[in-house]
């Protein structure tokens, strides 16, 4: 499967950006997906996780509540609606994929997109 994140921008503190990741080269709904996230000088942090029928969604401590994943397997898309930004935020979000259960950990997804990159300012 081939992952596709798109929907970065530049934008204030307080203001909603949402985040696609469009799949191709198979159905999505064979795959758990997730959203990681790399500010600069950092390592890559799981921000949120929804498994194959979205019955199970996770998100990291420092997003719930401002955060809502989602998806629409009819469309091949995972969505990443973001709310109340903040500008700890910005970072390069990758969307990435795995079969099997929703993980918080990077290191069990074998399918990641490029990255989009969401700055926001104070």
């Known amino acids: 499967v081939q992952l596709q994140a798109s929907g970065g921008g530049l934008v204030q503190a307080g203001d909603s950006l949402r985040l696609s990741c469009t799949a191709s080269?198979?159905?999505?709904?064979?795959?758990?997906m997730a959203w990681f996230r790399q500010a600069p000088g950092r390592e890559r942090s799981f921000v949120a996780a929804i498994g194959r029928t979205a019955t199970r969604i996770y998100y990291a401590d420092s997003v719930k509540g401002r955060f809502t994943m989602s998806r629409d397997n009819a469309k091949n898309t995972a969505f990443l609606q973001m709310n109340s930004l903040e500008p700890g935020d910005t970072a390069v979000y990758y969307c990435?994929?795995?079969?099997?259960?929703?993980?918080?950990?990077?290191?069990?997804?074998?399918?990641w997109g490029q990255g989009t990159l969401v700055t926001v300012s104070s």
């Open positions: 990435a994929a795995r079969i099997g259960s929703g993980q918080l950990r990077s290191e069990l997804y074998n399918y």
């Open positions: 080269g198979s159905n999505l709904s064979a795959y758990s």
